[in-house]
T-cell receptor, first 114, second 113 residues
Framework: EAQVTQNPRYLITVTGKKLTVTCSQN?????MSWYRQDPGLGLRQIYY???????DKGDVPEGYKVSRKEKRNFPLILESPSPNQTSLYFC?????????????FGPGTRLTVT | SQQGEEDPQALSIQEGENATMNCSYK?????LQWYRQNSGRGLVHLIL?????REKHSGRLRVTLDTSKKSSSLLITASRAADTASYFC?????????????FGTGTRLTVIP
């Protein structure tokens, strides 16, 4: 089954404790992206990647890091989480071809930073 | 910002009625997409319409695109309680490349059985 998986689904942590949210897709997609969703603000892009070893900042990259060492995986790293990073996070992937770039989303990771 | 804006923010209708949601955007696009999100879950792609298309159908969904007005509408016909969800439009910007999508804040649709 074609899918994007994220882990963990729920995470409560404390300020400053480094964490990683994993994302994996099995569709051989070149493009992967991380979003955060907050009430009233819609989805905002954090980082994206057009292919292995190619990553770039989205609209809200501060406080986050990513890596793309393999095509299927795109982990999101919070080196020193803060309460303003409490949010619902989504990973997504797609083909690169224009007109075929519908994105497939993971189930989401709800993060609470206290 | 290239972010799309959906209108209305919330919509409540009776089962069997049609639901119309609108999206406006600011810059030239390659295509516009609509997504659906059940509460707290991942978004699911519904339909993509290219900038050179004016109308597209998929089952009970009908999407229109007016590039001169930079707007799109999503019509769901004969709504069902299971259509209750949030609906988002997403645009890509010709300046930034085809794959980065900019999402609006969504329309929350409630279909009353």
């Amino acid at each position: 089954e074609a899918q994007v998986t994220q882990n963990p689904r729920y995470l409560i942590t404390v300020t400053g404790k480094k964490l990683t949210v994993t994302c994996s897709q099995n569709m051989n997609h070149e493009y992967m992206s991380w979003y955060r969703q907050d009430p009233g603000l819609g989805l905002r892009q954090i980082y994206y990647s057009m292919n292995v070893e190619v990553t770039d900042k989205g609209d809200v990259p501060e406080g986050y890091k990513v890596s793309r060492k393999e095509k299927r995986n795109f982990p999101l790293i919070l080196e020193s989480p803060s309460p303003n990073q409490t949010s619902l996070y989504f990973c997504a992937s797609s083909l690169l071809a224009s007109g075929r770039n519908e994105q497939y989303f993971g189930p989401g990771t709800r993060l609470t930073v206290t | 910002s290239q972010q799309g804006e959906e209108d209305p923010q919330a919509l409540s209708i009776q089962e069997g009625e049609n639901a119309t949601m609108n999206c406006s955007y600011k810059t030239s696009i390659n295509n516009l997409q609509w997504y659906r999100q059940n509460s707290g879950r991942g978004l699911v792609h519904l339909i993509l319409i290219r900038s050179n298309e004016r109308e597209k159908h998929s089952g009970r969904l009908r999407v229109t695109l007016d590039t001169s007005k930079k707007s799109s509408s999503l019509l769901i016909t004969a709504s069902r309680a299971a259509d209750t969800a949030s609906y988002f439009c997403a645009t890509d910007g010709k300046q930034t490349g085809a794959n980065n999508l900019f999402f609006g804040t969504g329309t929350r649709l409630t279909v009353i059985p």
